[in-house]
Structures are given as C-alpha cells and as structure tokens.
C-alpha cells in the first residue's frame, strides 16, 4: 500500500510538469503554495499592500505510530486548525508577515477518557528581503526570510505544548521562485529554533523543506501539487530529552482561484503522507489533510491618496 501510494503521488508529479508551456501573447501567472506552512519563497510584496486572511486546516488519523509504522489503533484523532495571517509591503523588496495558529483537537482514546485540546499557538513574525527578481531580468527571484517566534501561545489546562506554550524563537530560511510561461516553480528551506517557555518545556529545533509546481490553466484557475518535508529535534521537559524527535513527508495535489479585480486568492491542497518516522509514540500523525487557504489583499496606499 505504501509503495502504492508513492508511486501514485509520483506519477501525478511527472503528469502536471509534463504540462506543455503555453504559446500565448499574453500566458497567465499562476498563484503561489497553499499549504498553511508555505512561505512566498522568492517573491515580494507591492509596497504599501497588506494581504489578510490563512489557512483552515483539517486532518484525520487512525491510530498510534512507532517508527515508521502503525502500532495499534487505541487512538482516533480529529485537527481542525487555522492560521491567521497578515503580510504588508514596508518598501520595495522588503515585507513583513505573521501567522498565528488556533488550534482544536480532538482525541477518542480507547478504554479510557476522550480529550480535547485547544487554544492559541505561538506566533511566527518574519522579514521577507527579496534579492534577485526574475521581473527584472535576473535567472530567478531569490529571498531570505528571517525574524521568529512570539510568545502568543495560551497556556491552559487544555493547551498544547507543542502547538505553542509562550515560548521565544528565532527563523531564518531562503526561498526561490522560478516562472517558465504558465509554470510555476517554487522551492524554501527554514530552520527555527526555540527556547524554554511555559512549563519548563522546550521545542526541538526544526527543519522545512517545502516544494511547490502550479500550472495557470486560466487567468483564474490554476492545478499543481505541493511537498512539505518536516525534521523536528526532540523536546526538552526540565532539561530531559523527551524522545519524541521526528520526520514527516507530505505530498499532494492542489487547485487554486485567482479574482485579480478583487484581489481576492483562494487555494484547495489535499496531502498525504509519503513517509513518517517517530522515536517513540506518536498519536495524531495525520492519515490524510485537507488545507483551505483564502487571501484578500488591500492597498493601503489609496487610503492617502
């Protein structure tokens, strides 16, 4: 089934870059990733813009993980999250963007009592400084991201650490962005890393490596698919390794709405996992996601003009 799967996921990959570029006077731009953990890789933000809206995430899994494999099925779990998010263009190559998860989980464990988990996150706040632009001639658009993590994260009896537990972090990650006519390709590598929050308890450091393929079959529509390759560091609860280091790899097809008039940005990405690894137990590993993302951008600008 896993090699199934793979080659599944493969093979959808192979077909939408086999898409033939378009011959067109005027070829249509494709939007950029959905994923809620995707970044604007090498791309700016017009000056004095400020785009609002996230991502709705949802995820179901069946079952508890050790390793690389399913263990037992003792415990069902049902995400639903979102990610707020706010992006604004200070100045010509640079801007600033935030994201910040509420999260609600549910847990139906087997042969004891059912929890539910929830609250505010961590927020993320990072300068986005671009370097090459493709528009202007160079081979490519290239930028940096670099900023960190805010300590937003509610800390309850109902929280989650490892959703946020009003911890400090720093980020620092590269983006690229590469167009072909109506292609889109889009690559960005972050790592984060924490310090100790609330309840003496510390994240592991993290690495992401997101890939990103759409195809602009219309000035308003667009197919592709999107990779988000994830390496978290054990956590550290007074000081003790808590073994619960991990890799994750989720890969799947997207479709994305495109309204220019309204500047108005929608995206659908269904993902799954192409292979999961855990040092210890893990529940809650997603069997599959679905991630809505919706944008609207404003120009501030007219306000004073």
Same mark, same amino acid.
């Given at each position: ?47 004095? $813009? /400020?785009?609002? =809206? +996230?991502? #709705?995430?949802? @995820? ?7 390793? &690389? ?73 290239? $930028? /940096?991201?670099? =900023? +960190?993590? #805010?300590?937003? @994260? ?7 650490? &490892? ?77 003790? =390794? ?64």
């Amino acid at each position: 089934m896993k090699s199934i799967k793979i080659g599944l996921l493969g093979c959808l990959l192979l077909v939408l870059l086999a898409v033939p570029v378009r011959a067109e006077e005027k070829t249509p731009v494709a939007w950029g990733g959905v994923g809620s953990t995707f970044g604007p890789c090498g791309l700016g933000f017009p000056t004095g $813009a /400020l785009g609002v =809206g +996230g991502n #709705v995430y949802f @995820g179901k899994s069946n079952g508890v993980r050790e390793s &690389a494999r399913r263990v037992n099925g003792n415990v069902k779990t049902t995400k639903l999250n979102e990610i707020f998010k706010l992006r604004y263009g200070i100045m010509d190559g640079l801007d600033v963007r935030t994201a910040t998860p509420i999260y609600n989980v549910h847990l139906d464990r087997q042969g004891t009592a059912n929890r539910d988990t929830y609250g505010v996150g961590d927020s993320t706040v990072l300068l986005h400084k671009t370097f090459l632009t493709q528009k202007s001639g160079d081979p490519f658009s290239l $930028a /940096l991201d670099f =900023g +960190g993590i #805010v300590p937003t @994260g509610s800390v309850t009896e109902h929280s989650s650490d &490892a959703a946020g537990n009003s911890a400090w972090g720093a980020v620092v990650g590269v983006g690229a962005t590469y167009f072909l006519g109506a292609n889109r390709f889009d690559s960005e590598v972050n790592y984060a890393t924490f310090t100790e929050g609330a309840r003496d308890y510390e994240h592991g450091d993290r690495v992401r490596w997101n890939l990103g393929y759409a195809y602009a079959l219309s000035d308003r529509w667009d197919i592709g698919a999107e990779s988000s390759w994830t390496m978290q560091e054990e956590a550290r609860y007074k000081n003790e =390794g808590m073994k619960d280091a991990y890799v994750e790899w989720y890969m799947g097809p997207k479709v994305s709405y495109k309204y220019t008039p309204w500047k108005l940005y929608a995206g659908l990405l269904a993902d799954a996992p192409v292979h999961r690894w855990y040092e210890s137990n893990k529940a809650g590993s997603d069997d599959f996601r679905l991630q809505l993302k919706l944008i609207k951008v404003f120009n501030l600008n007219a306000l004073f003009d």
